[in-house]
């Protein structure tokens, strides 16, 4: 999981995008896309109690973001849920 949010990382701090940050909407759109599609596949593979263990929000917070990413009890925990 660690491999996935370094590039993530390493992309975001690259001075390099897909679509440039010139272009007022997409420009940062593209960058918005990819975080979404990355953190969404890092949460469900480590599966919705580890993220609950590390969450340090409010319930209301993690409720609306286990919403957004669809992850449910439906998924075992640890399991990849893809």
């Known amino acids: 999981m660690r491999v996935p949010l370094s590039l993530l990382l390493v992309y975001l701090a690259f001075p390099l995008d897909l ?7 997409p420009g940062y759109a593209d960058d918005a896309i990819i975080v979404t599609a990355v953190l969404c596949s890092v ?18 917070g993690f409720a ?19």
Do not use: C, F, Y
Request: hydrophobic content about 35%; glycine content about 14%.
């Open 64 to 82: 609306a973001l286990i919403r957004i990413t669809g992850l449910d009890r439906t998924t075992p925990s640890g399991g990849t849920g893809l």
């Open 43 to 60: 949460m469900r593979r480590a599966g919705i109690d580890a993220v609950r263990k590390h969450w340090p929000g409010t319930d209301d």
């Open 19 to 25: 679509v440039p940050d010139v272009i007022p909407v």
